[in-house]
């Protein structure tokens, strides 16, 4: 296949990227950084709201839409909103346009999970869970979804929308990275009393899912909430990454609602959702209907990114 892959400069854009090339696909790399991510794909640095996006999409197969604005610090909310909306609504929609005008056959993208909320309660999230976005992140993607769903619907192209989780590997940004650090650093972390319950999916699991996605018959049209199959706590996530570090962690017995008003305080809101509450996602139309299950072992994987951070990145 002929396959462009927007956001290539990212850590995901360029796992995938690289393993399609290493599958024998034909790989366009798209991404605002000037400097090539990798040497092991076609890569060019292309502003989307720029103009020349029929040129850049013609010839294509596929395109998988990676690109788009993850989180921006010190803004008011409006303002907030008004980019995220710009660069992740506006622009997939103007991509898809001139990727209908040019033939293209099938059009990934990738949303988030955060559109059906920030934590599950006693159901995990599924297909058909109510959308619930609460972030102008999130809202934006849900925007972009309905948005190409009705461009889409008097289009022969296909559409096919995937909502991750958190994203994880030994190089992943954000807060991943944050507690790897943390765990890397060797100090005690307040995490022994807590008991929820998390969904992620690895970087190679996520490349793998994709590539079905591009390809599968059945993925047309298609919207799929996708994980390793397996949850894990916060203090199983730190004790395997610190497993591959080969540390000894020891995790203090904080209450939960201490740290449920301490880190608010702070502006640490997010934070204390993503370590202290439970997000479940339900994969199994995944495996249904597409057949897929996770190439790898979600431990291993854990395992595999503290190595991976202490050996390359921690240095």
């Known amino acids: 296949m ?8 990212g850590y995901i854009g360029t796992a995938l990227c690289q393993e399609l090339v290493a599958k024998g696909h034909s790989v ?3 991404g605002r950084t000037k400097i090539a991510p990798s040497n092991h794909f076609d890569y060019i640095s292309f502003d989307l709201e720029s103009d020349g996006v029929y040129e850049l999409v013609k010839e294509h197969d596929c395109i998988v839409h990676l690109a788009g604005r993850a989180h921006m610090l010190g803004e008011t909310a409006s303002t907030s909103a008004d980019i995220y909306r710009q660069a992740n609504s506006d622009l997939s929609v103007r991509l898809a346009k001139s990727a209908i005008e040019a033939g293209v056959k099938r059009f990934v993208f990738i949303s988030s999970i955060g559109v059906n909320g920030s934590f599950t309660h006693d159901r995990p ?18 925007t972009a979804e309905n948005e190409l769903q009705a461009l889409v619907s008097e289009s022969p192209m296909e559409l096919v929308i995937i909502r991750p989780p958190l994203v994880y590997a030994g ?10 650090k943390l765990v890397s650093i060797g100090v005690p972390l307040p995490f022994g009393a807590v008991q929820n319950s998390r969904s992620m999916i690895a970087l190679e699991n996520l490349v793998d899912f994709i590539q079905v996605c591009m390809v599968h018959p059945a993925a047309a049209g298609e919207l799929f909430v996708v994980s390793d199959n397996q949850e894990f706590s916060t203090p199983e996530i730190v004790r395997y990454l610190a497993q591959g570090m080969h540390k000894n962690i020891i995790l203090l017995p904080f209450f939960d609602s201490l740290m449920r008003v301490a880190l608010p305080l702070f502006g640490k809101q997010s934070i204390y959702s993503q370590l202290y509450g439970s997000l479940v996602i339900d994969s199994s139309k995944a495996r249904s209907l597409l057949d897929w299950t996770p190439p790898r072992d979600a431990r291993q994987c854990l395992i595999d990114a503290g190595n991976f951070f202490k050996s390359n990145v921690g240095k």
């Open 2 to 9: 002929n396959v462009l892959v927007t956001g290539a400069s």
């Open 28 to 30: 366009r790399g798209v």
């Open 125 to 142: 999230f599924s297909e058909s869970s109510m959308p619930d976005p609460t972030t102008p992140y999130a809202i934006s993607k849900y």
């Open 171 to 180: 190089n992943a940004p954000g807060n991943f990275l944050r507690l790897i």
